[in-house]
């Protein structure tokens, strides 16, 4: 079969690619691998790379295949109707399948689009070939099965971005490249549960380390890998894995420095273990520190505290590990003072780069229900979704022009006053960091 791959992509708008937001969408890596291995021809449209939607159009128009397949995250979800429609004008016998976060999460209103021929939900390694061999007799609803061994997976097709992708550290070199290591994550907080649950179970599934590690091998024989991220929600979950992984990456001789995902109260637990992965060439941390009040944190039951999020900045800190810190603004409930506290706890912790984001609530996630039952979801369109630092009109209640202005004081006098400027000009630039809904550690 002939296969269209199209990720919109587009919480950056177009022609964001060459301007450093090419992450690597992992779900479309896998189903390439997959479908190549399934003898499918497959065809790639990254819609980050085009100057617009006449460009989009055309290159739909161009491309011969029988069956799209769309991933689609929810800020994606207005993008990825307007492809289908697209498709289905260029002709009506052309399949469209919607597959990734959204229609996983939100299954019934990606039903409602009659475009979409097929909602292929959850993953998609172990049932996907199977459904491909038998097109026309398929339920319009299909659920993956989960993989359960992930060494049995293939590698992720790197052939779709064969440069790698933009360091998000700004010392990491280039080529540098984000793998996944685990699917799943154990902790509870409010904005992203029971969202990641419902994708990937209530159980958290790792790749072996030496899995792991012939990835990273053959992404520096192949690719010239210099620098790597381990993009998983919380790579430092079960130590001794990560302790095996240290000491394997050391003795195979994979000297390249990386980064992490990892949790305050993690890190203020086992110190040592922050020092073996610096031993083994972590460079850069990624804490969700989220606010400076404990009875904020308590609300997103991000099971941290204020002190661990200082006492963990100061351990990474002191063993020479950078910080990259996530925090938000505009919670339902939150106060001026709380907003003021958080401000106070980022400018302790000085971290070497600053993602501040508006809570926006995720669609799937415990405070997404909270707000929609309060009734105070204010977002009428996917774009709504957005998290970057300009974003407004999330949910009611909140005063976004003081969450703005604490946006700029948490990045101190500099940044802090570059991004006034930009704001009052009106020109900020899409900066969220985090394409992935719902993830803020
Ligand atoms: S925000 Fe991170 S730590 Fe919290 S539940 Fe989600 S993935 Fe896990």
Known sequence: MRIFLIYPGLVEGFDSYRKGHDWFNHGVGIISSILKRE?????????????????????????????????????????????????????????????????????????????????????????????????????????????????????????????????????????????????????????????????????????????????????????????????????????????????????????????????ADIICRRPDLMQRLYDAGLRWVLIGFESGSDRVLAFLKKNTTVSQNLEAAHICKRIGIKIFANYMFGLPTETKEEMSATVKMIRAIKPEHCSPSVFTPAPGSELYEYCRDSGLILITSSEGYRRSSDSTGKIKGVDYRYVQSMICRSLGPVRGMYLRLLLLKGRMTRGSRRPVQGHSD
Request: aromatic share 10%; proline share 6%; net charge neutral.
């Open 39 to 263: 003898g499918h021809s497959v065809e790639y449209l990254d819609c980050r790379r085009m100057k617009g939607w006449s460009e989009v159009d055309k290159t739909i128009d161009v491309t011969p295949f029988d069956l799209a397949m769309i991933s689609v995250a929810t800020v994606d979800f207005d993008p990825a109707k307007r492809i289908a429609r697209k498709i289905k004008q260029k002709d009506r016998s052309l399949k469209v399948m919607v597959g990734g976060p959204h229609p996983t999460l939100m299954t019934e209103e990606t039903a409602t689009v009659a475009d979409f021929d097929y909602i292929f939900t959850h993953e998609s390694e172990v049932t996907l070939p199977s459904v491909l061999k038998n097109l026309s007799d398929t339920p319009r609803v299909i659920k993956g099965a989960m993989p359960k061994v992930l060494d049995e997976l293939l590698f992720v097709d790197r052939s779709l971005a064969p440069e790698g992708e933009t360091p998000w550290f700004h010392d990491l070199a280039k080529p540098y490249f984000a793998i996944t290591a685990s699917r799943g994550c154990l902790y509870q907080c409010t904005f992203c549960q029971p969202a990641e649950r419902a994708v990937f179970g209530n159980t958290v599934r790792k790749r072996s380390v030496d899995n792991i590690l012939d990835e990273l091998t053959a992404l520096a024989d192949h690719y010239g890998m210099r620098s790597f991220m381990i993009h998983d929600d919380c790579f430092t979950q079960y130590y001794p894995w990560v302790e095996e992984f240290c000491k394997k990456k050391q003795r195979r001789g994979l000297t390249q420095p990386f980064a992490c995902q990892s949790r």
